[in-house]
DNA sequence: CTAGTTCGATAGTGGCACTATCGAACAGCT
DNA sequence: AGCTGTTCGATAGTGCCACTATCGAACTAG
């Protein structure tokens, strides 16, 4: 196959082929000679991940090339979930390390009312700290209580994405599955969540107008804590 | 307050501040004279919004406009999230549009399923469509079983999402809540589902490793409908 | 009166993700 | 062998975006 053909089955540019080539997101093709280069099917695969990385998932091309490094390694597979993690951006400034320190200690909290055992030096950590700093400047404090429900349907969001991984038989293709389960499942999320909220507003509205109250009250109730204990 | 002042109590360059409002995305201030505009508390409110919604939540100015522009509109609230909704950036180009109604029959399965009253138009309808077009394209097929329990979680976050919403009493600024609510928790439920990932493969590999099997089975358990039938 | 600030307008910068061009080296066909 | 078209790697250019810098004029505070 030849890059014309390869361009022909994705609908890539051929520049934007070499260019990702370029940017070693590509692995090269077989060089048969100054003028030829033969790629595979293990091409096209790529091609359509790093598509689907950058235009769907947002990555830039540094952070794809990082994702891939992190598939590539021969990994054990949930170890593989590690490194994809790290290689994710988190848009926290140098800037705001003092803010971040700020949230730190609820951070710790939530992290301990879940009995998450998360390394010290995850970038998610900081991430989060940045992000509830924003909604408490904002006005919006929330409270370990108030996130600890987040908290629980994110667990249970993860038990979901691992039980999908462990049911993959190709193994040697898991760390690319988890790659995509991480990454292209977090629109995926998102997107349900906006739809929920559009039908769950659409709901309230018309309880609100049917009943002339107030507005409706609360429906949620406590979730239940699915790991069996700790 | 002059625009020094308000430069420093944000941190916000002044440069950044002018091209915020040529921009359209701070109101001007109160001009007294060529050379002294006044500003107020509500200015840096708005900054500070503007720096979320941007960094944070990832928009472009263009977008951030759109959403400020929905916030200001005098709406009823729960009409303010829709509006929200749809100034949202939804990646998916026009080039697509085949595959995105190759995937529409599933999107309206799970609709139907989870008994949502979601607008034709909705914009995440398609967007929905082309992420679980690109799973496939990967081999990573979700079908509407393997979508419920996602989009039951997504449905409890709405609920909490819009329980904290009818809790807010400053109605002036309930858009702006919403508007937060809904972008700037994006991020922090994507943060927590990568912990909660960390967590639990650090658990299922013990797991693994202490009982020698050939990896941990399935945990997930059904999970309730808790809104009270359709 | 003077030094410094702010105004609006315009132009420039740096980063990113491509995209275009070029001459040389072939490949395939006749 | 000759001709046409493709591909090669390398380099340079493009378009967009989010700022950032500069400028002369107008003003304000001390």
Redesign the pocket.
């Known amino acids: 196959m030849?890059?014309?053909?390869l361009s022909r089955l994705t609908g890539t540019?051929?520049?934007?082929i070499?260019?990702y080539?370029?940017e070693g997101l590509l692995p090269?093709?077989r060089?048969?000679?100054?003028?030829?280069?033969m790629y595979g099917d293990e091409h096209i695969q790529r091609l359509r991940l790093i598509r689907a990385l950058?235009a769907r998932g947002g990555l830039?091309?540094?952070a794809t090339r990082d994702v891939l490094a992190a598939i590539d390694q021969p990994l054990d597979p949930l170890a593989t979930l590690g490194v994809v993690h790290y290689a994710l951006p988190t848009p926290v400034d140098a800037a705001e390390t003092d803010a971040v320190g700020e949230q730190a200690p609820q951070v710790d909290q939530l992290l301990g009312a879940m009995g998450w055992d998360i390394s010290e030096e995850s970038p998610h950590r900081r991430a989060l700290a940045a992000s509830l700093m924003d909604l408490s400047r904002l006005g919006m404090e929330y409270s370990t209580e108030d996130l600890l429900p987040y908290a629980e349907l994110a667990a249970a969001a993860a038990r979901l994405d691992l039980d999908r991984l462990e049911d993959i038989e190709d193994r040697l293709r898991l760390a690319e599955h988890a790659a995509i389960v991480v990454l292209l499942l977090e629109p995926v999320l998102a997107i349900l969540r906006r739809l929920a909220q559009e039908d769950e507003s659409r709901h309230r509205t018309a309880w609100a107008r049917t009943t002339d109250g107030a507005g409706p009250r609360s429906t949620t109730r406590p979730v239940d804590h699915p790991r069996e204990s700790h």
């Open positions: 030849k890059v014309s053909d540019p051929v520049g934007t070499k260019y080539l370029r090269p093709g060089a048969l000679g100054a003028t030829l280069t950058t830039s091309i540094a």
